[in-house]
T-cell receptor
Framework: GEDVEQSLFLSVREGDSSVINCTYT??????LYWYKQEPGAGLQLLTYIFSNMDMKQDQRLTVLLNKKDKHLSLRIADTQTGDSAIYFC????????????FGRGTSLIVHP | DSGVTQTPKHLITATGQRVTLRCSPRSGDLSVYWYQQSLDQGLQFLIQYYNGEERAKGNILERFSAQQFPDLHSELNLSSLELGDSALYFC??????????????FGPGTRLTVL
């Protein structure tokens, strides 16, 4: 199986909350990241969480980390059409020289 | 704008040909990474350079090579191109090559189409 897994698609209505899930296999993961890719652009870091944290909140974004289950989630509150993009989960650890391993990305579609 | 530039934006070529993709990292970043993004493989790490030296290799084919020059720009050379090499190629840069926190800044990518 892949090192970082995500579901491929998520569709939500504008104003609702979106929750994008990610699972990873490496228990030595040190940092976990969420990147956003808008059409025709490169990836941009949205937020990250250190492995000794359970939760991190940044405005409309909430990251939850369940280290026991190796599960990471990104919640976007009050989702807007401008949030439509591909969201990538990534993890880095010392074994991989801290080079992030990315999931395949989740396409978030926000409809009015 | 991430500060990372890539040229060209699009490239169309034929099988068997050779192409060179160019990347300029953010000012001050010493580390450059190359990634390949395709529908079937997702985002695959190819290779990393730090201050002119190769530091890490990922799923890079032998037909592909890269280098980082003294001015820190990097080039990715793809040769004997096959249809399956059609993909988006991203360059990213970061300040450190080894460290617990590694925020990467991505360029806009080069879309390669092999016909």
């Amino acid at each position: 199986g892949e090192d970082v897994e995500q579901s491929l698609f998520l569709s939500v209505r504008e104003g609702d909350s979106s929750v994008i899930n990610c699972t990873y296999t490496d228990s030595s993961s040190t940092y976990l990241y969420w990147y956003k890719q808008e059409p025709g652009a490169g990836l941009q870091l949205l937020t990250y969480i250190f492995s000794n944290m359970d939760m991190k909140q940044d405005q409309r974004l909430t990251v939850l980390l369940n280290k026991k289950d190796k599960h990471l989630s990104l919640r976007i509150a009050d989702t807007q059409t401008g949030d439509s993009a591909i969201y990538f989960c990534a993890e880095s650890n010392s074994g991989g020289s801290y080079i992030p391993t990315f999931g395949r990305g989740t396409s978030l579609i926000v409809h009015p | 704008d991430s500060g990372v530039t890539q040229t060209p934006k699009h490239l169309i070529t034929a099988t068997g040909q050779r192409v060179t993709l160019r990347c300029s990292p953010r000012s001050g970043d010493l580390s450059v990474y190359w990634y390949q993004q395709s529908l079937d493989q997702g985002l695959q790490f190819l290779i990393q350079y730090y201050n002119g030296e190769e530091r890490a290799k990922g799923n890079i084919l032998e037909r592909f090579s890269a280098q980082q020059f003294p001015d820190l720009h990097s080039e990715l050379n793809l040769s004997s191109l096959e249809l399956g090499d059609s993909a988006l190629y991203f360059c990213a840069s970061s300040v450190v090559y080894r460290g617990a926190y590694n925020e990467q800044f991505f360029g806009p990518g080069t879309r390669l189409t092999v016909l």
